[in-house]
């Protein structure tokens, strides 16, 4: 399985991105995927979930500003992330569930992309 994350990049403070994430080798039919971040000199953190009914799941420091959604038949999943400040700068993650379950999802999933950097400059 390979999860392959793009949209990084440098932006202003207060601007937006969006990440998307594909996945291949198989099917994400079924279950919950989902971003993390990793910022310099900290451990990775939960961003946001996204099963497959699709229920949502964001951290405290996401919630109102990112926006986690999936495309089924296309096995991606995107994390709008708008009002962007200095704190969010970090290398964003893709990650995906091998099987189905009821969570909690911030504590890990099975499978991980390579990461993708988000620059927010003040």
């Known amino acids: 399985v390979q999860l392959q994350a793009s949209g990084g990049g440098l932006v202003q403070a207060g601007g937006s991105l969006r990440l998307s994430c594909r996945a291949s080798g198989r099917t994400m039919s079924g279950v919950a995927m989902g971003w993390f971040r990793q910022a310099p000199g900290k451990e990775r953190e939960f961003v946001a979930a996204i099963t497959w009914t699709p229920s949502t799941y964001y951290s405290d420091s996401a919630k109102g500003r990112f926006t986690i959604s999936r495309d089924n038949a296309q096995n991606t999943v995107y994390l709008q992330m708008n009002s962007l400040n200095p704190e969010d700068t970090a290398v964003y993650y893709c990650?995906?569930?091998?099987?189905?379950?009821?969570?909690?999802?911030?504590?890990?999933?099975?499978?991980w992309g390579k990461g993708t950097l988000v620059t927010v400059s003040s």
């Open positions: 990650a995906a569930d091998a099987k189905p379950r009821f969570g909690p999802y911030y504590s890990g999933m099975d499978y």
